[in-house]
């Protein structure tokens, strides 16, 4: 099966006071459907500005990147947009809500954006909110909701488009350790349960724990020597793979 989203090789350079300044060095990574990925590293270590290259929105320094099948570097930026729609849903630590919308409407946008009427889609849009315990939130406005619910919301609009792939970046670094654990249950389902791709990049032992597969970014490059798979993975584990690596 052809992995969602592969990269070959990749860099990323920065330009610094006249010096290029490596983010990613070499990183090959794959993630197919039903599997659950997630991605390590401190602060700064280059985790965003993978997701960035992963999704397109920005262009590697060197090597490539695979989504659904498709190079990212031989399309347009049209060709990237689509594909980007069609294939990921997001998932964001600061939520990126629209804050003058309802959560009904923040739930509907991805839909509008495909170009499908959300008031078309109502059941649908209330199936996801149900499942996500938002049904009796539709109609209030983000401000009106606690960080754990504002966290929902955002999940919910990466969900409702039916996407494959879920990019999911630093999800529970804005949420109490209950709405945390809620969030990361609600995304191993997503795998286990839907068959999405999901995709994490965190620094939260805990949340990597709830992954099939976890990567170690050390000063741009993924480990070789230590990557743990296989299911129940122990936040001891974790935390002796962060050791060992001085991380």
């Known amino acids: 099966m052809t992995p969602l989203v592969r990269t070959l090789d990749l860099y990323k350079f920065f330009e610094q006071a006249g010096a290029r300044v490596p983010v990613l060095r070499g990183v090959d990574l794959e993630v197919g459907a039903g599997e659950f990925v997630c991605v390590m590293g401190p602060s700064g270590s280059g985790k965003s ?9 920005d262009a590697p320094s060197a090597g490539s990147v695979h989504l659904a099948g498709q190079d990212l570097g031989t399309l347009s930026e049209r060709g990237r947009t689509l594909l980007r729609r069609e294939t990921i849903g997001y998932v964001f630590q600061f939520f990126n809500l629209m804050v003058n919308l309802t959560v009904r409407e923040n739930i509907g946008l991805p839909l509008a954006i495909q170009g499908r009427a959300p008031e078309r889609e109502r059941e649908l849009l209330a199936g996801v909110a149900r499942d996500l315990e938002l049904e009796q939130r539709l109609d209030f406005f983000p401000h009106q909701l606690s960080g754990g619910e504002m966290q929902r919301v955002s999940l919910a609009r990466a969900l409702v488009g039916g996407q494959p792939l879920l990019l999911c970046d630093e999800p529970t670094g804005n949420l109490s350790q209950k709405a945390g654990l809620a969030v990361m249950q609600i995304l191993r389902q997503c795998a286990t349960r839907d068959g999405r791709a999901v995709l994490l990049v965190t620094h939260n032992p805990r949340d990597a724990t709830f992954a099939d597969r976890v990567h ?11 990557v743990l798979e296989g299911e129940g993975l122990t936040v001891e584990e974790v935390h002796e793979a962060l050791a060992k690596l001085s991380i």
């Open 49 to 57: 500005t993978l997701l960035h290259l992963l999704s397109g929105l």
């Open 216 to 226: 170690f970014l050390v000063d741009g490059e993924l480990s070789k020597e230590v």
